[in-house]
């Protein structure tokens, strides 16, 4: 079956003719697949080309199978099920200035962090463009009945973005589409784990998202220890390339480090990540770990968290520490599948 989802509108048009049938069609049917409509729901199709449509496409390559809503922050959760019985999981924050939507880009990771659950199982595929759409286009579904729509998107659940590059750099081109869901660059957050060669071809993609990059620690020797993919690359690679990123898209870097007790947290070691970071156009989100309980690495106190704030904004770089929200429905990475696939949820 093909995903139409994952069709630019020109190549939509080429399928199309290919089947007989008149290229304004692509226009009409990209615009109803950018809103997340089935087939049966595409009114202004002939039913001849709608059944011709059903029998060898997918319209929608994902489905909603739960939400989980926080009771403390409006924060939904998102288990997505995908047409070969995996699922993937986003996460729905509402912020002051619109909603945003955490998404996923791959069913489980080979990154192999140690503080992340989405890597515990390995990767199992890629997800395709359409899939990712499909999270975007079914949230915004549910969002219409309450005349809301997503703003925001971060590449931040499960998966390595850069690992499955063709199909992310697909789907934020289908995201970006006028006559699709129609979200700019500028409210587009791709965060890596810092794929060098990777991040140095993204960033002559002509795609200026912001660009976040889990750094983690402030040397090679800690990162080593968090972080398989440090052995690849040094930080130093790393940042080079974020350099190169800054230059090419004028974004600032966005940089993740979550505060891991007794490994990454202590005050010496945000003043060695302020050398760093000096003089570069970037931006610290300081995260306390969330705790995974398969791993025996835990969070740190606000103490610790307000101290090594204190320690970066003395050295002028600008950092602020990550708002956690969705604690009540397992709104960490990985967490609410790894409990799916475990069996812990109905
Ligand atoms: N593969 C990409 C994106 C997915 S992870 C990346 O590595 O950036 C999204 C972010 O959540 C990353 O910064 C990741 O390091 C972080 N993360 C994963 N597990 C976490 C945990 N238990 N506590 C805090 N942050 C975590």
Redesign the pocket.
């Known amino acids: 079956m093909i995903e139409l989802a994952g069709m630019y509108p020109d190549e939509l048009k080429e399928w199309l003719i290919s089947r007989g049938e008149k290229p304004f069609r692509a226009g009409q049917v990209f615009s109803w697949l950018g809103r997340g409509r089935s087939f049966d729901e595409m009114t202004d199709l002939d039913l001849g080309l709608r059944r011709k449509l059903k029998e060898e496409c997918v319209d929608t390559a994902v489905m909603i199978r739960t939400v989980r809503k926080s009771g403390i922050d409006g924060t939904r959760k998102f288990l997505f099920g995908l047409r070969d019985g995996n699922c993937v999981e986003g996460v729905l924050m509402r912020y002051r200035y619109g909603c945003t939507l955490c998404i996923s880009?791959q069913v489980g990771?080979r990154?192999g962090?140690r503080?992340?659950?989405?890597t515990l199982d390995g990767r199992v595929r890629d997800m395709t463009a359409a899939e990712m759409l499909g999270e975007v286009t079914q949230v915004n579904r549910l969002l219409e009945s309450d005349g809301e729509s997503i703003h925001n998107i971060v590449?931040?659940?499960?998966?390595?973005?850069l690992?499955n590059y063709d199909n992310t750099v697909r789907f934020l081109r289908l995201v970006g589409h006028e006559k699709g869901v129609n979200i700019g660059m500028r409210h587009i957050s791709l965060?890596?784990?810092?794929l060098v060669n990777e991040m140095l071809r993204f960033s002559e993609e002509g795609l200026p998202v912001t660009l976040?990059?889990?750094l983690?620690a402030p040397n090679d020797e800690i990162r080593k220890k968090l972080?398989p993919v440090a052995k690849s690359y040094s930080i130093r690679q790393v940042l080079d390339a974020c350099r190169v990123y800054i230059e090419k898209t004028g974004r600032r870097i966005v940089f993740?480090y979550?505060l891991v007790d007794g490994v990454n947290s202590r005050r010496e070691h945000a003043a060695m990540l302020a050398d760093l970071l000096r003089g570069m156009q970037c931006h610290v989100n300081v995260?306390?770990?969330?705790?995974?309980p398969e791993r025996d690495?835990k969070?740190v106190s606000e103490k610790q968290v307000a101290e090594f704030l204190e320690v970066l904004a003395d050295k002028h770089i600008s950092a602020t520490r990550r708002r956690e929200i969705g604690d009540d429905i397992e709104g960490?990475?990985?967490q609410l599948r790894k409990k799916y696939l475990d069996g812990g949820v109905q």
């Open positions: 880009t990771c990154m962090c503080f992340c659950a989405s590449l931040m659940g499960s998966g390595e973005p690992d965060s890596t784990c810092g976040s990059v889990s983690h972080m993740e979550a995260i306390p770990l969330n705790d995974v690495l969070g960490a990475c990985g």
